[in-house]
T-cell receptor, first 115, second 112 residues
Framework: QKEVEQDPGPLSVPEGAIVSLNCTYSNSAFQYFMWYRQYSRKGPELLMYTYSSGNKEDGRFTAQVDKSSKYISLFIRDSQPSDSATYLCAMSAGAGNFGNEKLTFGTGTRLTIIP | DGGITQSPKYLFRKEGQNVTLSCEQNLNHDAMYWYRQDPGQGLRLIYY???????QKGDIAEGYSVSREKKESFPLTVTSAQKNPTAFYLCASSAPGGEKLFFGSGTQLSVL
C-alpha cells in the first residue's frame, strides 16, 4: 500500500461547478499538508499549505485536513477553465526544512474544467 | 525576475551515454532538490542539498550523481547506470525554514 493515495482521474466538470479533490494517507506522523497545481509540462506551484487538522481558505480554494480519518481535501469553488491542471497533494512529518526532503507526493489528479 | 531555470527543456540520451541536466536559481535559497516524475507516479526525490558542497541521496539515487559547488547551481548527471532514464525531471529549491518548494519548468529526458 502506498503511503499516500490519490485518485488519478481524469476528472471533468463544467465551468462554475464545485470541485473536490482528495488524498488519503497511512502515516500518522504527517502533520504538514500541501496542494500543488501543475500545468502540463510545467513545474508544480504551491496552492495551499496547512499544518495539522482544520480548514484553510484562500479565495476560491479551501483545503481541509482530517487527521483522525487520515484524509485531506481541496475544494475549488466557481471553477474556471484556467483551473484545468493536475493537482498533487504532498505531506510531511516535518523537521529540518519543514521536512521538504521527506515530502511524500500523491500521484496527482488530472482536472479539466469544461467551458 | 527571481526563479529557477532548468535546461534544456528536452534532452535525448543514447545508450551508454551520461547526460547532465542544468538547474540554476537566483532566489538565494540554500536548499535544492531533484525530483523525477513518471506517469502515474508521484514525484520521487533523487538527491537534495541543504548547503554548498554537501548533498544527500534521496529515495531513488542509483544511477544519478550531483554536485553543489555554488549556491545557485545544482546540476544532475544521469549516468549510463540508470537503465530507465526516460522521465520528466524537476529541480526545486526552498528557503531556510521555508515550507514552500519552488520548482523549475522541468526537463523531459528520453532515450534514443
Amino acid at each position: 500500500q502506498k503511503e499516500v493515495e490519490q485518485d488519478p482521474g481524469p476528472l471533468s466538470v463544467p465551468e462554475g461547478a464545485i470541485v473536490s479533490l482528495n488524498c488519503t494517507y497511512s502515516n500518522s506522523a504527517f502533520q504538514y499538508f500541501m496542494w500543488y497545481r501543475q500545468y502540463s509540462r510545467k513545474g508544480p506551484e504551491l496552492l495551499m499549505y496547512t499544518y495539522s487538522s482544520g480548514n484553510k481558505e484562500d479565495g476560491r480554494f479551501t483545503a481541509q485536513v482530517d487527521k483522525s480519518s487520515k484524509y485531506i481535501s481541496l475544494f475549488i469553488r466557481d471553477s474556471q477553465p484556467s483551473d484545468s491542471a493536475t493537482y498533487l497533494c504532498a505531506m510531511s512529518a516535518g523537521a529540518g526544512n519543514f521536512g521538504n526532503e521527506k515530502l511524500t507526493f500523491g500521484t496527482g489528479t488530472r482536472l479539466t474544467i469544461i467551458p | 525576475d527571481g526563479g529557477i531555470t532548468q535546461s534544456p527543456k528536452y534532452l535525448f540520451r543514447k545508450e551508454g551515454q551520461n547526460v547532465t541536466l542544468s538547474c540554476e536559481q537566483n532566489l538565494n535559497h540554500d536548499a535544492m532538490y531533484w525530483y523525477r516524475q513518471d506517469p502515474g507516479q508521484g514525484l520521487r526525490l533523487i538527491y537534495y542539498s541543504q548547503i554548498v558542497n554537501d548533498f544527500q541521496k534521496g529515495d531513488i539515487a542509483e544511477g544519478y550523481s550531483v554536485s553543489r559547488e555554488k549556491k545557485e547551481s545544482f546540476p544532475l548527471t544521469v549516468t549510463s547506470a540508470q537503465k530507465n532514464p526516460t522521465a520528466f525531471y524537476l529541480c526545486a529549491s526552498s528557503a531556510p525554514g521555508g515550507e514552500k518548494l519552488f520548482f523549475g519548468s522541468g526537463t523531459q529526458l528520453s532515450v534514443l
